[in-house]
């Protein structure tokens, strides 16, 4: 079944990808003046999981219903991002924790473990930082929070670095600066969104089959509209906003656990100790950004050996 929303055919429903998470079931929260989509699966401790661009909350298929072995798993579409809530404003990172903390609230939770990859993992330590009381561990994978260094980042890339495939020396984010330009980029990709979609993994990941034809298909429909683009370009836009708001945030005391590809690790290798008293990082050097689906086993594994610790 399809059903029209605006100019695009929706294919790919909530209702019907969550079979590929057996177990789990779909969910919606008011919190926060929005509403929020997420899955739920598994029973115990909760660990809540959020995605990054450009993916939405089935971006945990890989790894969610191994920890719902053990775990109770909530995964979230964050503001703006899937059937979550697309509004004008609320995309600093701060406001983004605030739903998260008025989610974990409705939920009835006391202290949850928060895991984040890419925007959400900053958004993950947004709520770590502001809301430490809710949070027992923090994982952030290829995702710390917005600082001064990334005003440092190349407009231009070095010369013989920016190639078929990311350098892990040299990256080069030319979207950090492209998803700055409002109203423009929603006229470039509305309907051609899986053109993005395609070079961006390609480019980011070591092995890019690894990115399955039905993965990238879900994620181009899922950013293939106007309102889609504008909202998540937003968490980009924020930047600024969340820089300032950094340096009013004391260091982390609870355990942290950050997992860096090959091309963040050496970056959340100097950061993170500047942001966590008590922190350990992996490298998984043999993957790109894209780690749940390049290198899932080994995400699993960093994971369940600092849940249990």
Same mark, same amino acid.
């Given at each position: 079944?399809?059903?029209?929303?605006?100019?695009?055919?929706?294919?790919?429903l909530?209702?019907?990808?969550?079979?590929?998470?057996?177990?789990?079931?779909?969910?919606?929260?008011?919190?926060?003046?929005?509403?929020?989509?997420?899955?739920d699966?598994?029973?115990?401790?909760?660990?809540?999981?959020?995605p990054?661009?450009p993916?939405?909350?089935?971006?945990?298929r890989? /790894?969610?219903?191994?920890?719902?072995k053990?775990?109770? +798993?909530?995964?979230? *579409? @964050?503001? =703006? !991002?899937?059937t979550?809530?697309?509004?004008?404003?609320?995309?600093?990172?701060?406001?983004?924790?605030?739903?998260?903390?008025?989610? /974990?609230?409705?939920?009835?939770?006391?202290?949850?473990? +928060?895991?984040?990859? *890419? @925007?959400? =993992? !900053?958004?993950?330590?947004?709520?770590?930082?502001n809301?430490?009381?809710?949070?027992?561990?923090?994982i952030?994978?290829?995702g710390?929070?917005?600082?001064?260094?990334?005003?440092?980042?190349?407009?231009?890339?070095?010369?013989?670095?920016?190639?078929?495939?990311?350098?892990?020396n040299m990256?080069?984010?030319?979207?950090?600066?492209?998803?700055?330009?409002?109203?423009?980029?929603?006229?470039?990709?509305e309907?051609?969104?899986?053109?993005?979609?395609?070079?961006?993994?390609?480019?980011?990941?070591?092995?890019?089959?690894?990115?399955?034809?039905?993965?990238r298909?879900?994620?181009?429909?899922?950013?293939?509209?106007?309102?889609?683009?504008?909202?998540?370009?937003?968490?980009?836009?924020?930047?600024?906003?969340?820089?300032?708001?950094?340096?009013?945030y004391q260091?982390?005391?609870?355990?942290?656990?950050?997992?860096?590809s090959?091309v963040?690790?050496?970056f959340?290798?100097?950061?993170?100790?500047?942001?966590?008293?008590?922190?350990?990082?992996?490298?998984?050097?043999?993957?790109?950004?894209?780690?749940?689906?390049?290198?899932?086993?080994q995400?699993?594994?960093?994971?369940?050996?600092?849940?249990?610790?």
């Amino acid at each position: 079944m399809t059903i029209s929303s605006g100019t695009t055919q929706q294919k790919f429903l909530d209702e019907q990808l969550i079979q590929d998470f057996p177990g789990f079931s779909n969910h919606y929260a008011e919190v926060n003046g929005i509403r929020l989509h997420y899955i739920d699966g598994g029973s115990g401790e909760v660990i809540i999981c959020l995605p990054g661009w450009p993916q939405t909350w089935y971006s945990y298929r890989n /790894i969610a219903t191994e920890f719902a072995k053990t775990h109770r +798993v909530i995964v979230l *579409d @964050i503001r =703006g !991002m899937g059937t979550s809530d697309k509004p004008q404003g609320g995309y600093d990172k701060k406001t983004m924790a605030e739903d998260i903390k008025q989610l /974990i609230n409705s939920l009835g939770l006391k202290k949850v473990t +928060v895991v984040g990859h *890419d @925007i959400g =993992g !900053m958004v993950a330590m947004s709520l770590a930082f502001n809301h430490p009381e809710v949070v027992e561990k923090l994982i952030v994978a290829d995702g710390l929070h917005p600082n001064e260094g990334m005003f440092q980042m190349p407009l231009l890339p070095a010369p013989g670095s920016f190639g078929e495939k990311m350098n892990a020396n040299m990256p080069y984010a030319w979207w950090m600066g492209f998803n700055q330009v409002k109203s423009l980029p929603e006229k470039i990709l509305e309907g051609r969104f899986r053109f993005l979609i395609d070079w961006l993994f390609d480019y980011v990941m070591i092995d890019e089959t690894k990115m399955t034809e039905k993965e990238r298909s879900i994620y181009a429909e899922a950013y293939n509209d106007a309102e889609s683009i504008r909202s998540s370009n937003a968490w980009y836009q924020s930047f600024g906003q969340d820089i300032e708001d950094s340096k009013t945030y004391q260091q982390l005391q609870m355990p942290v656990l950050g997992i860096g590809s090959n091309v963040s690790y050496q970056f959340m290798q100097m950061a993170m100790p500047y942001v966590s008293q008590n922190s350990n990082l992996i490298a998984l050097s043999n993957g790109g950004h894209y780690m749940f689906e390049e290198t899932p086993e080994q995400v699993i594994e960093a994971i369940c050996s600092f849940l249990k610790a």
